[in-house]
């Protein structure tokens, strides 16, 4: 007598099983075949889903912590009302751009107090601060102002080497503009303050070739020109 076969179900992982399905849904209309997609996928739906809302809420969470962080730090950075408090404030957020800015506002107002020495150390800070925080285009230009406000202080209090500072930045094609160009006039009335018409030519020159024809200095540079006579016609540069 033949074996029942009727009522034998294929083993485990025997896609035989699938087969049947799919001949059986043939015919099916759209709501069946989402149902069986449904059923042979749900698993790995359910997981990706999770993974998804999951890795969204953590981008969510971090975002508004960063926010936050980002509001409590501004205004511990504005409640900082004299020197003591600033460098304080920049010496416990080292890395932190405000930092930076912390230090570079204990530079200026010792400039403006006249304390150039003080001022040119402060200015050293702000700069190595304003490097330890990163190389975003903002900060990079603090950096630069710090480097050639030192340099600039120290001119001022007639330290040997200072010209050379304020000549590297005035040489830096990645330092901003309106700071290049500063640089540069300063060189130029510094020739001239010596007498040395050849190297106030050179700078104010280097000021036509290396800035913007409608560079910010440009005044400047034009009110130097009309009130020295030795700069009116250009003068070679000499040799060096």
Same mark, same amino acid.
């Given at each position: 007598?033949?074996?029942?076969?009727?009522? %034998?179900?294929?083993?485990?992982?025997?896609?035989?099983?699938?087969?049947?399905?799919?001949?059986?849904?043939?015919?099916?209309?759209?709501?069946?075949?989402?149902? @069986?997609?449904?059923?042979?996928?749900?698993?790995?739906?359910?997981?990706?889903?999770?993974?998804?809302?999951?890795?969204?809420?953590?981008?969510?969470?971090?975002?508004?912590?960063?926010?936050?962080?980002?509001?409590?730090?501004?205004?511990?950075? &504005?409640?900082?009302?004299?020197?003591?408090?600033?460098?304080?404030?920049?010496?416990?957020?080292?890395?932190?751009?405000?930092?930076?800015?912390?230090?570079?506002?204990?530079?200026?107002? @010792?400039?403006?107090?006249? %304390?150039?020495?003080?001022?040119?150390?402060?200015?050293?800070?702000?700069?190595?601060?304003?490097?330890?925080?990163? %190389?975003?285009?903002?900060?990079?230009?603090?950096?630069?102002?710090?480097?050639?406000?030192?340099? @600039?202080?120290?001119?001022?209090?007639?330290?040997?080497?200072? &010209?050379?500072?304020?000549?590297?930045?005035?040489?830096?094609?990645?330092?901003?503009?309106?700071?290049?160009?500063?640089?540069?006039? /300063?060189?130029?009335?510094?020739?001239?303050?010596?007498?040395?018409?050849?190297?106030? &030519?050179?700078?104010?020159?280097?000021?036509?070739? %290396?800035?913007?024809?409608?560079?910010?200095?440009?005044?400047?540079?034009?009110?130097?020109?009309?009130?020295?006579?030795?700069?009116?016609?250009?003068? /070679?540069?000499?040799?060096?």
């Amino acid at each position: 007598m033949p074996e029942d076969r009727s009522n %034998k179900q294929p083993p485990a992982g025997d896609d035989r099983n699938l087969v049947v399905v799919d001949e059986d849904f043939v015919n099916a209309d759209t709501e069946d075949r989402l149902w @069986l997609f449904w059923e042979r996928n749900k698993d790995v739906i359910v997981k990706g889903t999770v993974g998804i809302v999951v890795g969204i809420l953590a981008f969510l969470a971090y975002f508004f912590w960063n926010e936050s962080r980002r509001i409590a730090l501004g205004e511990e950075f &504005t409640a900082c009302q004299d020197e003591a408090a600033r460098r304080a404030f920049a010496q416990s957020h080292q890395g932190e751009p405000l930092a930076a800015v912390a230090m570079t506002d204990v530079a200026d107002d @010792l400039k403006k107090a006249g %304390k150039l020495a003080d001022a040119a150390k402060a200015y050293d800070e702000a700069g190595r601060l304003a490097v330890a925080a990163g %190389k975003t285009p903002a900060i990079a230009a603090l950096g630069t102002r710090a480097r050639l406000y030192a340099a @600039l202080c120290r001119q001022e209090a007639g330290e040997a080497g200072a &010209t050379k500072e304020i000549a590297a930045v005035a040489d830096d094609a990645n330092a901003p503009e309106t700071l290049r160009g500063f640089a540069m006039l /300063t060189l130029a009335n510094l020739a001239v303050a010596k007498g040395d018409a050849a190297e106030a &030519t050179k700078w104010l020159n280097a000021m036509d070739k %290396k800035l913007r024809a409608a560079h910010v200095w440009k005044s400047d540079k034009d009110a130097l020109v009309q009130s020295e006579p030795s700069l009116v016609t250009p003068v /070679t540069p000499a040799a060096k």
